[in-house]
């Protein structure tokens, strides 16, 4: 998957609650950078998420997809919140890609452990 198509999908999912938090921006900042992107990415990223054509590109392949999903994840829980909304994007965009239930929640665990080992948290 193209950085720049993965970047729009994280966008997206970010704006899917209809705002951006500071918390979002900074992990949108942070993952641009991270995949090697300009700032006029970003910023070409936010216009598609707020136009007409808005829409997650789904990978095909099964690495790429759990990529994807761990990604939008972050991105829904970088806020504090997990709105309605962004949780049905998360929840098509995994249908869609027939991406397995069981692996799903082995991601999951996988991220909260992730998250409460860098913040020292008891699961």
Do not use: Y
């Not at 921006?25 to 090697?36: F, S, T």
């Amino acid at each position: 998957m193209e950085p720049l198509d993965l970047l729009k999908n994280l966008v997206v999912m970010s704006a899917a609650d209809g705002s951006l938090s500071e918390e979002e921006i900074a992990l949108l900042v942070d993952r641009c950078a991270a995949l090697g992107l300009a700032e006029e990415s970003l910023e070409q990223a936010i216009s598609f998420a707020l136009s007409d054509r808005s829409a997650l590109k789904l990978p095909t392949d099964r690495q790429e997809q759990e990529t994807v999903l761990a990604d939008l994840i972050r991105m829904m829980a970088a806020d504090g919140k997990l709105s309605e909304s962004e949780k049905r994007l998360f929840a098509l965009s995994a249908a869609k890609m027939g991406f397995p239930i069981p692996s799903l929640e082995a991601l999951i665990d996988r991220l909260v452990a992730s998250t409460n080992r860098k913040t020292g948290s008891a699961g």
